[in-house]
């Protein structure tokens, strides 16, 4: 079985020797051998190329992703084929960031840095993780992880998924939830239904200074309403996805104060490689043993044994 991966195979463990495995960057060429690929895992970053090549690939039979979101790539998966995604790959990186967003916040961390580059002693008051009522809206992998680590910091957490369930508030009761928030975050999938969720009226129910962190995806935010509460000072925003992104040079986001932007690099840590090693080791030896593949989204004939 062909498989490209964008990493060494020596990475894998315990992996049977009946794969052909070949390191292939399709944004810097791609080998005759593509028509053979029925294992294919894209670059981390998804670009054209690396999601074109998916047409040249007539035997394939298995996608999977490094990412947790397939928005991008989705469409481009032929029917016959599986597509996998890489939930669980993310959630320390990406809850790190959530976090730490939070902290920089509350705390003016990215204030002082400037401060700092320009020789000032900026001695203020700042606010706390401490006794802040947070809401995370998604209850998945990375939401679970993020309500984890701010158990550390003394918050108050609730969590909002689709649909209420024990210890989870469903997503209608938002209305009720959001006057009371101190910092809402934001980790859920981009669907028809996330999109633009998050409006001028989901925005106007948070309370004066509240906090919103984006760690999800750009598009889930109306980005109009998000300049507007901003650039009144009512809101505050800490946000790691933007619509459109990359965010252009002159958007007002970027000199909104009360703004802080990371350029989409939630999964992007020391910690993405290991994790995502051992989930395509793991796929491999699945499929070699004829079970099931995990985090599947598009389900093909594909994962049948060889």
Known sequence: MKVFLPFPASTLTDVPDIFDIEVVNATVSVPQSISEVEFYVPAYE???AVIDVIADMPRLRIVQTLTAGVDSIQAAIPD???LCNAVGVHDAATSELAVGLMISAERR???LAIAQHEGRWDQQMASSLADRRVLVVGAGNIGSAIRRRLDGFECDVAMVGRT???GVHGVDELPELLPSADIVVLILPLTEQSAGMVDAAFLAAMPDGALLVNVARGPVVDT???VAETSSGRLRAAIDVTDPEPLPPGHPLWSTPGVIITPHVGG???ALWPRAHRLVSEQLRRVADGRPLLNVVHRGPAAQRL
């Open 268 to 270: 992007a840590s020391s």
């Open 224 to 226: 109009d309403a998000l």
């Open 46 to 48: 998804f670009s054209d």
């Open 164 to 166: 209420a369930r024990d």
């Open 109 to 111: 961390l990215a204030e």
């Open 80 to 82: 016959g084929a599986t």
